[in-house]
């Protein structure tokens, strides 16, 4: 069965950090670029950054730049996304999918998703 799993997720105070994983079990991770996409109460889904198959290339929205970094664990069929210095703002619903590369804004052209992990950023 291909699924994507999202874990990582949390309560945190602003100004404090997470890390997300997304798993993959079915298929490998190395054939698709793999993007991270929220989706806040009232909001429509964004994307928020996403990685190359190679891991050479990644992109970011500009809300996170500066604050989340993307990367691949080979070794473990993974991929991670690194969430610093949040605020408020970031509070969403955060989904892992894949994509045969390159990466793409839209999400309609992912083909694989996870169910989505919350993160709350609040004091």
């Known amino acids: 069965q291909v699924q994507l799993v999202e874990s990582g997720g949390g309560l945190v105070q602003p100004g404090g950090s997470l890390r997300l994983s997304c798993a993959a079990s079915?298929?490998?991770?190395?054939?698709?670029?793999i993007g991270w996409f929220r989706q806040a109460p009232g909001k429509e889904r964004e994307g928020v950054s996403c990685?190359?198959?190679?891991?050479?290339?990644?992109y970011y929205a500009d809300s996170v730049k500066g604050r989340f970094a993307i990367s691949r664990g080979y070794a473990k069929n993974i991929v991670y996304l690194q969430m610093n210095s949040l605020k408020p703002e970031d509070t969403a619903v955060y989904y892992c999918?894949?994509?045969?590369?390159?990466?793409?804004?839209?999400?309609?052209?992912?083909?694989?998703w996870g169910q989505g992990t919350q993160v709350t950023v609040s004091s």
């Open positions: 999918a894949a994509v045969f590369d390159p990466c793409s804004d839209y999400a309609d052209d992912y083909h694989y």
């Open positions: 079915g298929f490998a991770l190395d054939y698709y670029a």
């Open positions: 990685i190359s198959i190679t891991g050479d290339t990644t």
